[in-house]
């Protein structure tokens, strides 16, 4: 049985691989075709370099640097972060991966968190598109939760 969980999760990390590579390489099929025209465009008028090394000068320091805004779930304690995740989103039921990118959480920590470590703060279901994935969140207080415990999403 090992194995065909760890062939069934290769197969899962392969893909994603696969799918990450294949747009690194269309980003970089789009580079090189601009480094190419920019290559063309030199080589037909040799001015263009110098207007083109001002132009950047000019641009490059005109752009303030700009930093991203900061994720607000990813901080504090994982438990912390999960708990306003799920506040945030109205407590509807989530995938451990989607939980974890959602808040910046290594998807063996999000795991650890709902099997393990706060296993009693957190309902599952079997996930309705996935039979071996489960959707997850906070439980419900019991005069909440009436007919939506293990209900449909």
């Excluded at 194995?3 to 893909?15: C, D, K, L, P, T």
């Excluded at 580079?31 to 080589?43: D, S």
């Excluded at 290594?106 to 279901?125: I, N, P, S, W």
């Excluded at 039979?131 to 209900?151: N, V």
Aim: with cysteine; proline share 7%.
């Amino acid at each position: 049985m090992g194995m065909v969980n760890e062939g069934h999760e290769r197969g899962y990390i392969m893909g994603d691989i696969g799918s990450a590579i294949a747009r690194m390489e269309a980003r970089l099929e789009a580079r090189l075709r601009a480094i190419r025209l920019i290559r063309g465009f030199l080589r037909e008028d040799p001015g263009f370099a110098a207007d083109l090394r001002h132009a950047l000068a000019e641009e490059s320091a005109a752009v303030p640097t700009v930093t991203p805004p900061a994720n607000p779930l990813a901080k504090g304690k994982h438990i912390e972060r999960v708990r306003r995740f799920f506040a945030s989103n109205g407590n509807e039921w989530t995938t451990a991966p989607d939980i974890g990118r959602a808040v910046g959480i290594k998807r063996g920590c999000v795991a650890a968190l709902l099997y393990q470590t706060c296993k009693d703060d957190f309902e599952h279901m079997p996930h309705p598109n996935h039979s071996r994935m489960k959707l997850w969140r906070l439980k419900q207080p019991a005069s909440e939760a009436g007919e939506t415990k293990g209900g449909e999403p």
